[in-house]
């Protein structure tokens, strides 16, 4: 929700344009920010680490 985002954005010192972006999947965020993002979101290190995993497959397919 809306709500949420701002309180995340809040949190990390971000927009919250820039989590509706991720959200979006328009911009994918800094390795920095997604570890911030899940410390926010509270996610176990299996779901951070599956994470990153998505996240370096996203990069990957956005630079070819």
């Known amino acids: 929700s809306n709500t949420s985002g701002c309180k995340l954005a809040e949190q990390m010192g971000i927009t919250r344009q820039s989590v509706s972006l991720w959200e ?16 926010c979101l509270t996610l176990s290190a ?8 998505l996240l370096k497959l996203a990069y990957e397919q956005r630079i070819k």
């Open 24 to 39: 979006l999947d328009n911009r994918l965020p800094s390795v920095t920010k997604y570890r911030q993002w899940a410390e």
């Open 46 to 53: 299996e779901q951070t680490e599956a994470g990153l995993e």
